[in-house]
């Protein structure tokens, strides 16, 4: 009975490097979310993605970050050209739908360290 | 100011003890409150999901929410070792787009 799996648990990337952390998402969960968080503050939303389509990237800036979720295989977040700022740990959530009768589950997260 | 506040602790109890945690929001549009906790190097975990005012009791946990005073608590009744971790209060107004508390600091000293 998986829950939301994230890999790599920890990513070490140099400045300028490419980054990307994957999401599987909940066994029938079809809406994908990406979240950051960095110590001291609260989950900042990033991202929201249904399957081959993204709702909502308003939370994600433009340049540099993207999102997918294909149809098969896991959701990608992919950070590029990184800089020390995007050092922070980034929680991938699902949902069975995007009503609140069905609330999000975070996987463990992957912890993104830019030298 | 912040949508949301949360008190960052730590917050040192003995075991046993009811504990309390409080967040304070100004967006009187939230309707949907829940508790997450996170254990360290771990994601959150929910715990309580509460839909406008009221309590909810979910075995040693009651979420109460008043909206009157825009304040939300979460009481842990017993506390245990177990339950040292950081807990995460959100809300929505009904939107996948919640909003999070940056999580107060909890430690249940044996």
């Known amino acids: 009975n998986a829950g939301v799996m994230q890999n790599p648990r920890h990513l070490v990337r140099r400045r300028g490097q490419e980054a990307r952390l994957r999401c599987s998402p909940m066994k029938g969960h079809s809406h994908v979310y990406w979240y950051r968080q960095l110590p001291e503050e609260g989950l900042k939303f990033m991202v929201y993605?249904?399957?081959?389509?993204?709702?909502?990237e308003s939370g994600m800036p433009k340049e540099r970050f993207s999102a997918e979720f294909p149809k098969e295989g896991p959701s990608i977040l992919r950070i590029q050209q990184v800089v020390r700022g995007d050092s922070a740990a980034y929680f991938c959530a699902s949902s069975s739908a995007d009503g609140l009768d069905s609330p999000l589950h975070f996987g463990n997260g992957t912890r993104l360290t830019v030298t | 100011q912040k949508e949301v506040e949360q008190d960052p602790g730590p917050l040192s109890v003995p075991e046993g003890a009811i504990v309390s945690l409080n967040c304070t929001y100004s967006n009187s549009a939230f309707q949907y409150f829940m508790w997450y906790r996170q254990y360290s190097r771990k994601g959150p975990e929910l715990l309580m999901y509460t839909y406008s005012s009221g309590n909810k009791e979910d075995g040693r946990f009651t979420a109460q929410v008043d909206k009157s005073s825009k304040y939300i608590s979460l009481f842990i009744r017993d506390s245990q070792p177990s339950d040292s971790a950081t807990y995460l209060c959100?809300?929505?107004?009904?939107?996948?787009?919640?909003?999070f508390g940056t999580g107060t600091r909890l430690k249940v000293l044996a």
């Open positions: 959100a809300m929505t107004s009904g939107t996948y787009k919640y909003i």
């Open positions: 993605l249904q399957k081959e389509n993204i709702i909502d």
